[in-house]
Nanobody, 115 residues
Framework: QVQLVESGGGLVQPGDSLCLSC???????????MTWYRQAPGKEREFLAM???????NYDRSVRGRFTMSRDNTENTVYLQMNSLKPDDTAVYYC?????????WGQGSQVTVSS
């Protein structure tokens, strides 16, 4: 059974850091492009960062320099290290796995940035 489970979200203060994890099962992320998205209340889901099967990660300009995506193929997990968090970063964060016509989503992890 294919499953992606995000974890690591929570309530933090502006300027804090969080690291999200996305553990996959039922397939090997080694063969998949992995992507992080987020969706804030009342807004569309937006792209944050992508890790291809080969090559380097790329980022949306809104998070480049603050967020870092990485993958551990042996652990079948991708990560999103988020630094210098702002209230505008408040959203549900999702990971996605894609290979050709196959696309799988996680259920999301809530991140709230508030003082």
């Amino acid at each position: 059974q294919v499953q992606l489970v995000e974890s690591g979200g929570g309530l933090v203060q502006p300027g804090d850091s969080l690291c999200l994890s996305c553990l996959s099962s039922g397939f090997s992320i080694r063969d998949y492009t992995m992507t992080w998205y987020r969706q804030a209340p009342g807004k569309e889901r937006e792209f944050l960062a992508m890790s291809p099967t080969f090559g380097t990660e790329n980022y949306d300009r809104s998070v480049r320099g603050r967020f870092t995506m990485s993958r551990d193929n042996t652990e079948n997990t991708v990560y999103l290290q988020m630094n210098s968090l702002k209230p505008d970063d408040t959203a549900v964060y999702y990971c996605k796995a894609n290979r050709g016509y196959l696309t799988y989503w996680g259920q999301g992890s809530q991140v709230t940035v508030s003082s």
